[in-house]
């Protein structure tokens, strides 16, 4: 897949563009539905599936208090949309001045002086140009005059509930994996490269990777959860902790991951985690004994857990 930084630069514009744009934050069932069907009418129209998603996150420009957190990095972003199909993904950097675009001017003044759009694939409810004042509606008008095709996509529920990004964060913030998966036809993932930390789970018996994630990522939480970790070409099982480690009077929010039957030198590496079930809340025991014992309990539901679950027989 391509990625294009900067459109305006591009020598030409692109020809025969099925777009889609959003901000695809998490890549959800919804958002799979939108991009698949973009990608279905470029095959069927000759043209070239394209998406054009925006960095950093809109509200994290024009309402930086009431950001969201990110569902997933940039890299998992793109890395999703490959794996859908996507042929180019246009990575406009959002700024005041972008924002400051009417509908119109969006539309007219910059997709189509760089991109020969045949097809606009959208959500129903999405909105983009000054004050989110355009609409399905709009890009319908719009095409209309302009001479393109808009398919609209309906919305997408999972389990009796409709998917969107606003929902996959609460489900996370509730710590509810099972339902994350639903929502996202994967289990929810994070990626991160493993630093050195204190070394403490290595005393204990239980080696951990100490993960540095993104600042702006949501995290599940606090507590100790089954994972799945892919390396080497397999999927291991592992048993995750979000926490400030409360046993040995930690401050500092880390995510370590302990990798079952695994021994091997993982500094520096990516890894990234994928959670299965939350096992237990975070605890401070009263002794290193405690905790070792617990650790120990916690590896054998793990095992349970993930005896079953899909990747249990390898990647």
Same mark, same amino acid.
């Given at each position: 897949?391509?990625?294009?930084? /900067? *459109?305006?630069?591009?020598?030409?514009?692109?020809?025969?563009?099925?777009?889609?744009?959003?901000?695809?934050?998490?890549?959800?069932?919804?958002?799979?539905?939108?991009?698949?069907?973009?990608?279905?009418?470029?095959?069927?129209?000759?043209?070239?599936?394209?998406?054009?998603?925006?960095?950093? /996150?809109?509200?994290?420009?024009?309402?930086?208090?009431?950001?969201?957190?990110?569902?997933?990095? *940039?890299?998992?972003?793109?890395?999703?949309?490959?794996?859908?199909?996507?042929?180019?993904?246009?990575?406009?950097?959002?700024?005041?001045?972008?924002?400051?675009?009417?509908?119109?001017?969006?539309?007219?003044?910059?997709?189509?002086?760089?991109?020969?759009?045949?097809?606009?694939?959208?959500?129903?409810?999405?909105?983009?140009?000054?004050?989110?004042?355009?609409?399905?509606?709009?890009?319908?008008?719009?095409?209309?005059?302009?001479?393109?095709?808009?398919?609209?996509?309906?919305?997408?529920?999972?389990?009796?509930?409709?998917?969107?990004?606003?929902?996959?964060?609460?489900?996370?913030?509730?710590?509810?994996?099972?339902?994350?998966?639903?929502?996202?036809?994967?289990?929810?993932?994070?990626?991160?490269?493993?630093?050195?930390?204190? =070394?403490?789970?290595?005393? *204990?018996?239980?080696?951990?990777?100490?993960?540095?994630?993104?600042?702006?990522?949501?995290?599940?939480?606090?507590?100790?959860?089954?994972?799945?970790?892919?390396?080497?070409? =397999?999927?291991?099982?592992?048993?995750?902790?979000?926490?400030?480690?409360?046993?040995?009077?930690?401050?500092?929010?880390?995510?370590?991951?302990?990798?079952?039957?695994?021994?091997?030198?993982?500094?520096? =590496?990516?890894?990234?985690?994928?959670?299965?079930?939350?096992?237990?809340?975070?605890?401070?025991?009263?002794?290193?004994?405690?905790?070792?014992?617990?650790?120990?309990?916690?590896?054998?539901?793990?095992?349970?857990?993930?005896?079953?679950?899909?990747?249990?027989?390898?990647?």
């Amino acid at each position: 897949m391509r990625v294009v930084r /900067h *459109l305006r630069r591009e020598p030409r514009p692109l020809p025969r563009v099925v777009l889609t744009l959003g901000n695809f934050d998490g890549v959800h069932l919804g958002h799979q539905a939108i991009i698949r069907r973009a990608t279905d009418e470029a095959r069927a129209l000759g043209g070239q599936p394209v998406v054009l998603t925006f960095e950093p /996150h809109p509200i994290a420009v024009l309402a930086p208090d009431r950001a969201p957190p990110l569902l997933q990095s *940039l890299h998992d972003r793109l890395a999703m949309l490959r794996e859908l199909g996507v042929e180019v993904t246009v990575l406009q950097r959002f700024t005041r001045e972008f924002a400051a675009l009417t509908p119109e001017e969006f539309v007219r003044g910059f997709l189509l002086r760089h991109l020969e759009i045949v097809q606009v694939v959208v959500g129903y409810s999405v909105n983009f140009g000054r004050d989110r004042a355009g609409s399905a509606a709009t890009l319908e008008a719009l095409g209309a005059e302009d001479g393109f095709a808009v398919d609209v996509v309906g919305p997408v529920t999972a389990a009796g509930e409709q998917v969107s990004s606003s929902v996959l964060r609460r489900v996370l913030g509730a710590g509810d994996m099972r339902r994350a998966r639903e929502l996202l036809g994967r289990w929810y993932g994070l990626r991160g490269r493993v630093v050195v930390g204190d =070394r403490r789970g290595r005393t *204990l018996g239980f080696p951990t990777a100490n993960l540095h994630l993104g600042r702006r990522l949501l995290l599940p939480p606090d507590g100790v959860y089954a994972v799945w970790v892919p390396l080497d070409g =397999r999927r291991r099982p592992g048993v995750l902790n979000i926490g400030e480690r409360p046993t040995f009077g930690g401050a500092r929010r880390t995510v370590e991951v302990h990798l079952l039957d695994f021994s091997g030198d993982l500094y520096g =590496r990516w890894l990234r985690v994928e959670f299965v079930e939350r096992l237990r809340g975070e605890k401070r025991f009263a002794g290193v004994d405690g905790l070792r014992s617990a650790i120990a309990a916690d590896i054998a539901r793990a095992r349970d857990v993930l005896a079953s679950e899909p990747g249990a027989a390898g990647s």
